[in-house]
């Protein structure tokens, strides 16, 4: 079994675009650390709205002076060339080239990640200092691309629970050649299946997925259209490896179950994390999930620098989309704490549900044992009343987290305390005790 480091390490240079033979390979390979189904869409599928893209394959391609001296070659990088770029061959002036060759708006020395996959054209990608460079009126372009038949590739990992209703993971695995995004999600996705399936049968069925971004998403749900009633929550995982602190970015619907529980967890897992509304932080394929007639309440959990600024969405960390997205900027230690806040949210879903109380009134507090001396511990005596008066077979953990804007935690602790003394049952649907609503 590799760690997620040798994961990273192993299949990060890959060229792994939507439908490619390059993908395929990081997909077989994850499929040896883990069971996986793998779906495939072959290309021309109608998939709802969209159509499952051919297969593009790279077989060549580069930029040179007229005298033949090569300026950028695809061999050195995969990002030298736009994702499902046309094939071009030509010489070309310094002025048409220039409309064809990109590079990064904040990184000169790094080479950008550029794709075209609906709008067709030709291009090329290189270091800003590389363009600045460029002085002859003229340049060589061959650019030898394909566009095949092929099958889009969608990897499944089930861990079934006592449920039918599952909770639904998401990586996407076609950034080429770059590691936070894209491959940490994957590995952390990756690494949180393996727990789930070494551990006791959870009461939920777990689906992680690999994908194509989008599309893999759009192909999925709509061949699994009956599942969807069942998917009661998501988490979308990327960039999760870089110094910086968790963001989680909520769903569509903010007081979901899972939303409530997922936020209320985060205060514990990482002191500076963040939670922010849907739409803001980052944009992947929890939108698909999220979309109408579909309306999984799908969250995203990345590491993100200024996750309040507008401008998390562009530039969530420097190196993001671009040459310098590579094995340096990750850490083991950041993609295992990554990991076990997405096991300590899972978890406390798990736990999630209504508190019926078996109680009238307050409890006698001292008598059960439970009581906290309000002259040691004012804040601790405070939150075991207030959590107290809200189990009213009305309200889940995470409700209450919420209204007290506490952690998931703080109140779990309380209401075990609580069911260990017989006081409360759990109940996955409301159970009103109160004789007058
Ligand atoms: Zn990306």
């Given at each position: 079994m590799s760690s997620m480091i040798d994961l990273i390490n192993e299949l990060?240079?890959?060229?792994?675009?939507?439908?490619s033979d390059d993908f395929d390979k990081a997909l077989h390979r994850l499929a040896e650390e883990v069971p996986m189904t793998i779906h495939e869409y072959p290309s021309g599928t109608p998939v709802w709205t969209w159509t499952v893209p051919e297969k593009w394959t790279c077989h060549e391609a580069y930029l040179e002076t007229?005298?033949?001296?090569?300026?950028?070659?695809y061999a050195d990088h995969p990002l030298h060339v736009v994702s499902y770029s046309l094939p071009f061959e030509g010489e070309v002036s310094r002025e048409e080239l220039l409309e064809h060759l990109h590079a990064h708006p904040r990184l000169p020395d790094a080479i950008p990640f550029v794709f075209k996959y609906y709008q067709r054209d030709w291009g090329l990608c290189a270091p800003q200092t590389l363009l600045d460079s460029l002085t002859d009126d003229a340049y060589r372009v061959v650019i030898r691309t394909s566009f095949d038949p092929g099958t889009l590739k969608v990897g499944e990992v089930v861990i079934p629970?006592?449920?039918?209703e599952s909770i639904m993971l998401v990586a996407h695995?076609?950034?080429?050649?770059?590691?936070?995004?894209?491959?940490t999600g994957v590995v952390v996705g990756l690494d949180v299946a393996r727990s789930l399936l070494e551990?006791?049968?959870?009461?939920y069925t777990y689906r992680f997925l690999i994908l194509p971004e989008t599309i893999g998403s759009v192909s999925y749900l709509s061949h699994n259209e009956d599942l969807i009633p069942k998917m009661i929550g998501g988490l979308f995982l990327e960039m999760?490896?870089?110094d910086a602190p968790l963001a989680l970015q909520q769903s569509?619907?903010?007081?979901?179950q899972v939303d409530k529980t997922l936020s209320a967890v985060m205060p514990g897992v990482d002191a500076n994390g963040f939670v922010g509304p849907y739409r803001t932080i980052i944009s992947n394929d929890e939108r698909q999930f999220n979309a109408p007639g579909v309306r999984v309440p799908m969250l995203s959990l990345s590491r993100v620098?200024?996750?309040?600024?507008?401008k998390s969405l562009f530039?969530?960390?420097?190196?993001?989309?671009?040459?310098?997205?590579?094995?340096?900027?990750?850490t083991q230690e950041r993609l295992e704490s990554a990991r076990s806040a997405v096991l300590a949210m899972l978890q406390a879903f798990e736990r999630n549900q209504y508190i019926v109380n078996?109680?009238?009134?307050?409890?006698?507090a001292s008598g059960q044992g439970i009581w906290i001396d309000y002259k040691v511990n004012p804040e601790g005596h405070r939150r075991l009343f207030e959590i107290m008066e809200r189990?009213?077979?009305?309200?889940?953990v995470a409700d209450i987290a919420a209204e007290l804007e506490i952690p998931f935690q703080a109140v779990w602790e309380i209401v075990a305390q609580f069911a260990e003394k017989d006081l409360v049952s759990f109940s996955s649907a409301p159970q009103p005790t109160s004789p007058r609503r």
């Open positions: 990060w240079f890959l060229k792994r675009e939507l439908v007229l005298a033949g001296e090569r300026l950028i070659d629970g006592e449920l039918e695995l076609c950034h080429p050649a770059m590691v936070n995004d894209d491959l551990g006791p049968k959870p009461k999760l490896g870089n569509m619907q903010p007081d979901s620098e200024n996750p309040a600024s507008p530039e969530p960390y420097p190196e993001y989309h671009s040459s310098a997205d590579n094995p340096k900027i990750v078996k109680f009238k009134g307050e409890v006698f189990c009213d077979g009305e309200r889940t």
